[in-house]
């Protein structure tokens, strides 16, 4: 994909073939965009002193709607274009936002190792900082890099399953299926379908009408009745919970966590308290007592 200047106007080619940006996938529109805000800004200017002004600028979510090779893609680029401003000028600014866990921890990785090269440079170690934050119920506190990553999506599953988290609806199809994903390979070395399945991993409920209720649903919700691959799934970039309403995916997340509970309680217990797994013990009776087992 390129973009040459044509008559005073872009173009867009893919492959050398003419293309409407309306025709390229959300992500290339998103990345046509991130360059587009790097190059509007530097409209003007020489290539001399082009990073030499002091800038401020704010970036909403830039890594979304990539497959993982553009992800990498486009880190690289925000990486090499924001030393271009933080090494041209020491009080230039950025502030970064992102709904997505994965992407603020790249970004912090990518922040501090811009710092120490500012630091370097004008030789002020502890004059620039990388400043992560994070907003939680409605209060801006400090985002802890260094926390448990599967510990915090788990939290995130419980949370919306419990009537909170509203903000996280339209993510949080992705959230469940890393979870679950992560939980199936690490316990039992098997993808999701596979561990839904298995006569023998189900046997550890005990019940059998929990086996039943969780043999049979987890085709519908793992699979999405064949409608995605397995490989295109792994890189967790499809949001295959989006056509359900927001009761079933409520009830989704309820079920995901009682499947983890009743398989490993004690991995439950471990990484949400036990407040939590008295209240995942209760959705796991309400399945026994509904018309569906």
């Not at 390979?185 to 039943?212: C, P, Q, W, Y």
């Not at 309820?254 to 217990?269: A, T, Y």
């Amino acid at each position: 994909m390129q973009i040459s200047v044509v008559d005073g106007m872009y173009k867009l080619t893919c492959n050398g073939h003419p293309v409407k940006p309306k025709d390229v996938s959300v992500g290339e529109r998103n990345i046509i965009g991130l360059c587009y805000f790097f190059t509007s800004i530097l409209r003007g200017k020489s290539r001399d002193n082009a990073y030499s002004e002091e800038y401020l600028l704010v970036i909403d979510d830039p890594v979304s709607s990539y497959d993982l090779e553009n992800r990498v893609g486009i880190l690289s680029f925000l990486k090499y274009e924001l030393g271009n401003f933080f090494l041209g000028n020491p009080d230039s600014r950025a502030l970064i936002m992102t709904h997505d866990l994965f992407t603020a921890v790249d970004v912090g990785k990518m922040c501090t190792e811009l710092m120490n090269d500012c630091s370097k440079k004008f030789n002020a170690h502890g004059n620039f900082l990388y400043s992560p934050k994070e907003l939680r119920n409605n209060q801006i506190t400090r985002f802890i890099n260094k926390r448990n990553e599967y510990t915090t999506l788990l939290q995130l599953v419980y949370d919306y399953a419990n009537g909170d988290a509203v903000d996280q609806e339209p993510f949080i199809g992705n959230v469940i299926r890393q979870v679950l994903e992560a939980f199936s390979t690490f316990e039992f070395k098997k993808r999701i379908e596979d561990v839904s399945i298995d006569d023998e991993i189900l046997a550890l409920m005990g019940n059998e009408k929990h086996r039943l209720y969780f043999k049979n649903l987890m085709y519908r919700l793992v699979l999405n009745e064949g409608s995605h691959r397995y490989d295109q799934t792994r890189n967790m970039q499809i949001d295959f919970f989006s056509f359900i309403s927001e009761y079933d995916k409520r009830r989704t997340a309820k079920d995901i966590l009682c499947f983890m509970e009743l398989l490993n309680s004690p991995h439950v217990k471990a990484h949400l308290g036990i407040n939590a797994k008295v209240t995942i013990d209760g959705w796991c009776e309400e399945i026994l007592s509904s018309e569906e087992t």
